[in-house]
């Protein structure tokens, strides 16, 4: 599975962004799916993932009530809508493709797929 990632860019505090991530191959929806971020100087953390029919979903507390993850398995893609952006949302997003249970969505060791980021610059 190859990701591409892409809808990243700069944003008011307060404002809004779609990201998007595309994969190829057949078994898109045999994955559950994430996205990652990393900011300037800090480690990879986990953002929020949805399994692979959309049923379940995890978000870490940073981001829930104001970040959104779907998916259509219809078109392979994996979609993050963040509202009510916070400077310290700024950072490299990364999506990403597990074949493993939700009990292991947040642990970066466990991904199979990658995607290549988009940045994302909140400024305030």
């Known amino acids: 599975v190859q990701l591409q990632a892409s809808g990243g860019g700069l944003v008011q505090a307060g404002g809004s962004l779609s990201l998007s991530c595309a994969a190829s191959g057949r078994t898109f929806s045999s994955y559950a799916m994430g996205w990652f971020r990393q900011a300037p100087g800090k480690e990879r953390e986990f953002v929020g993932a949805i399994s692979w029919n959309g049923g379940d979903k995890d978000y870490t507390d940073s981001v829930k009530g104001r970040f959104t993850i779907s998916r259509d398995n219809g078109k392979n893609t994996v979609y993050l809508q963040m509202n009510s952006l916070k400077p310290e949302d700024t950072a490299v997003y990364y999506c990403?493709?597990?074949?493993?249970?939700?009990?292991?969505?947040?642990?970066?060791?466990?991904?199979?797929?990658w995607g290549q980021g988009t940045l994302v610059t909140v400024s305030s």
């Open positions: 990403a493709a597990t074949s493993y249970s939700r009990a292991y969505w947040r642990r970066g060791g466990y991904i199979d797929y």
